[in-house]
T-cell receptor, first 115, second 114 residues
Framework: AQKVTQAQTEISVVEKEDVTLDCVYE???????LFWYKQPPSGELVFLIR????DEQNEISGRYSWNFQKSTSSFNFTITASQVVDSAVYFC????????????WGAGTKLIIKP | DAGVIQSPRHEVTEMGQEVTLRCKPI?????LFWYRQTMMRGLELLIY????????DSGMPEDRFSAKMPNASFSTLKIQPSEPRDSAVYFC????????????FGDGTRLSIL
């Protein structure tokens, strides 16, 4: 069965610290997609990244980076030099074979960045 | 580019009233999703449309909920009659139906049923 686990319910760090949000997934398929979304206190859901199962290259976008490791079924998200504006709930999600519209969502990690 | 547009942003109404939530997907997207988010249950997919046709409504909680997509640029989610337990944030999302393109979400409608 498909499942996404975000074991960290809440993380609190001081501004400028680096922080890593963990995401572990379960799937029987060899083709799948992983996503990260951000939900700031204002409530909207913002798409951050999509990664397919055949692309294990890490991705960097500014202060954000993602580490995809199929061997450990993990797709972790790191924020470098965190800022107060990074405070949000972050969701990891999984979808399976192309055309499968269902997103399997993790429970989310609430990230608090203290000034 | 305009994102997914939902209205209203907030709705407060009394139990028993009809509630209509509206969504305009991103132009060119052919898949549309309605979600409900609560603290207890997280994000739940209510219904999925592809090319304006409802494909999966298994997440619609009860017959009090209905959704329509009369054209590619508009969808509604209706609750009639509303109950306090329907209070939640309702999101609409759209995507391109190919290669697992990401779903892009609207700002949501925060619904409170008194």
């Amino acid at each position: 069965a498909q499942k996404v686990t975000q074991a960290q319910t809440e993380i609190s760090v001081v501004e400028k610290e680096d922080v890593t949000l963990d995401c572990v997934y379960e799937t029987r398929d060899t083709t799948y997609y992983l996503f990260w979304y951000k939900q700031p206190p204002s409530g909207e859901l913002v798409f951050l990244i999509r990664r397919n199962s055949f692309d294990e290259q890490n991705e960097i976008s500014g202060r954000y980076s993602w580490n995809f490791q199929k061997s450990t079924s993990s797709f972790n998200f790191t924020i470098t030099a965190s800022q107060v504006v990074d405070s949000a709930v972050y969701f990891c999600a999984l979808s399976e074979p192309p055309g499968n519209y269902q997103l399997i969502w993790g429970a989310g990690t609430k990230l608090i960045i203290k000034p | 580019d305009a994102g997914v547009i939902q209205s209203p942003r907030h709705e407060v109404t009394e139990m028993g009233q009809e509630v209509t939530l509206r969504c305009k997907p991103i132009s060119g997207h052919n898949s549309l999703f309605w979600y409900r988010q609560t603290m207890m249950r997280g994000l739940e997919l209510l219904i999925y449309f592809n090319n304006n046709v409802p494909i999966d409504d298994s997440g619609m909680p009860e017959d009090r909920f209905s959704a329509k997509m009369p054209n590619a640029s508009f969808s509604t989610l209706k609750i009639q009659p509303s109950e306090p337990r329907d209070s939640a944030v309702y999101f609409c999302a759209s995507s391109l139906y190919q290669s697992n393109q990401p779903q892009h979400f609207g700002d949501g409608t925060r619904l409170s049923i008194l």
